[in-house]
């Protein structure tokens, strides 16, 4: 059997609402770490929001359910930019 594509990239995530969506954003994080190189975190507290930038390699599988269990948080904004490994 062919393995699958890998595709290295970058997520960002907006939080806009950190007391109810944080604690559930870091599990996830948590679940998927074997596709996460790299994590920044930077709070932004004048404008409300909480950034946190992730440098990923995994197969389009396993980013698009990252990607997509985040994204159905409250309050939190995803996006993504993927290339070939």
């Known amino acids: ?5 890998r595709r ?3 997520v960002s995530i907006i939080i806009r609402k950190r ?4 604690m559930k954003v870091n599990e996830i994080l948590a679940a998927y770490g074997d596709v ?5 975190g930077i709070p932004c ?9 992730l440098i990923i390699n995994g197969t389009t599988d396993d980013i ?3 990607t997509g269990k985040l994204g159905n948080l409250p ?11």
Do not use: Y
């Not at 996460?36 to 920044?40: A, E, F, K, L, V």
């Open 1 to 5: 059997m062919e393995e699958k594509s």
């Open 8 to 10: 290295i990239g970058i």
């Open 19 to 22: 007391k109810e969506s944080a």
């Open 36 to 40: 996460i190189i790299g994590r920044m």
């Open 45 to 53: 507290d004048p404008k409300g929001i909480h950034v946190i930038a």
């Open 64 to 66: 698009g359910a990252l």
């Open 75 to 85: 309050g939190v904004d995803v996006k993504s930019v993927l290339t070939k490994a």
